[in-house]
């Protein structure tokens, strides 16, 4: 059964940093891809970036500030230079039998799993 379990998060003032995790339970035992998004009340769930375990894809407005890694079945976000605009909540999502690609990484409806999510907030 694939399960993906969040944590970290948390408040934190401008120019701050967190890093999230997602680990993940049954989905890299074959061709996955894990994605970041975030949503705030009111928006669209917006994509942040994806990895597979080879290729890392990041949205061009976010490169420079997030990264994304992984260590064994558990994947991070890595959020510097955080800004008030970043306050979001912040959900990891898996999809099974195709890798990440650049063109359609931030499609909500490709992901069939999806974390419990994770407050972030950036004080000004």
């Known amino acids: 059964q694939v399960q993906l379990i969040q944590s970290g998060g948390g408040s934190v003032p401008t120019g701050g940093a967190l890093r999230l995790a997602c680990q993940t339970y049954?989905?890299?035992?074959?061709?996955?891809?894990v994605a970041w998004f975030r949503q705030v009340p009111g928006k669209e769930r917006e994509g942040i970036g994806a990895?597979?375990?080879?290729d890392r894809y990041i949205a061009d407005s976010l490169k420079g500030r997030f990264t994304l890694d992984r260590t064994g079945e558990k994947h991070f976000l890595q959020l510097n230079d955080l800004e008030p605009g970043d306050s979001a909540m912040y959900f990891c999502?898996?999809?099974?039998?195709?890798?990440?690609?650049?063109?359609?990484?931030?499609?909500?409806?490709?992901?069939?799993?999806w974390g419990q999510g994770a407050q972030v907030t950036v004080s000004s």
């Open positions: 999502a898996g999809k099974l039998g195709a890798w990440c690609h650049h063109y359609d990484f931030g499609e909500v409806s490709l992901y069939n799993y």
């Open positions: 049954g989905l890299m035992d074959g061709i996955y891809c």
């Open positions: 990895f597979d375990g080879a």
